[in-house]
């Protein structure tokens, strides 16, 4: 069975980066990145394998929501200098490079719901949390920095909702690290109850009546920006990448 292991660059290589006390000195960050790249494969033993990177257009979502992201510490100059030297040195070693045009979670998404539809099983690395959506048996996250599974269970009992909730519950909550507004006023012990109540947002709105007068109103005037949240914080599982798995095939070991 195809096992691919999927990594989200610059999750792993910001936060690796980040530990370092002279923003500007990058000296080493190369050969670091391989070696965790390295101990990623020696533990998963994986017959494929990629770094995707976030690319430099403007996202869907920021086109959807202006103040997506807004806020966020760009990346240092001296990361964005050293990038090209990593993605040379583990491209040396086997772990080829897939460049999104925008945000690379998209694009891990697709190639791992893509494969766990055809009978593979898809690991992927990464802490943001906007991947506890894809809850197909044969796709799994890791946490490098932990060094262990962050699993579905584990994400149900954090939020207090049940894993077909994840999306309702965000568009509710929002998301601050990204900027997603969710509801004035709503935030994730609120979230949790309505939906532990409404089982979906689409329920929930068609119960407002049952609500007291308050908490209905917030609801009402947020109504727009559950809708929008929502699809802010969908994954995109169906891009069209003009990718073949063969590309990111590991050598066999002899």
């Not at 966020?72 to 200098?81: H, I």
């Not at 009978?119 to 949390?129: F, L, N, Q, Y």
């Not at 949240?229 to 066999?252: A, E, G, I, N």
Request: hydrophobic share 40%.
């Amino acid at each position: 069975m195809n096992k691919f292991l999927i990594i989200d660059g610059l999750n792993i290589v910001r936060r690796m980066h980040a530990a370092q006390p002279n923003e500007q000195d990058t000296t080493g960050l190369d050969t670091r990145v391989l070696s965790a790249c390295q101990k990623l494969l020696k533990f998963h033993q994986p017959t494929h394998a990629a770094i995707v990177w976030d690319g430099d257009a403007v996202s869907w979502r920021k086109k959807l929501y202006e103040d997506y992201k807004k806020g966020r510490k760009p990346m240092p100059q001296a990361l964005s200098t050293a990038l090209p030297q990593i993605k040379a040195l583990l491209d040396e070693h086997h772990l080829k490079s897939i460049e999104a045009e925008a945000e690379a979670d998209d694009v891990i998404a697709t190639l791992a719901t893509k494969l766990a539809n055809t009978a593979g099983e898809a690991v992927i690395v990464s802490t943001d949390k906007g991947f506890t959506q894809l809850l197909h048996p044969s796709i799994s996250r890791w946490d490098y920095f932990n060094q262990c599974p962050i699993t579905i269970e584990e994400q149900e009992n954090k939020l207090s909702v049940h894993r077909s909730q994840f999306i309702d519950y965000l568009a509710l909550a929002g998301d601050s690290g990204n900027k997603i507004p969710g509801i004035n006023g709503i935030g994730p012990k609120s979230a949790a109850q309505l939906l532990k109540t409404f089982s979906s947002l689409s329920a929930l709105y068609k119960s407002l009546h049952t609500l007291g007068a308050k908490q209905a109103k917030k609801l009402e005037e947020g109504r727009d920006m559950a809708r929008l949240s929502y699809k802010l914080v969908q994954l995109q599982t169906q891009l069209p990448l003009r990718l073949h798995l063969s590309q990111f095939r590991l050598p066999t070991k002899a």
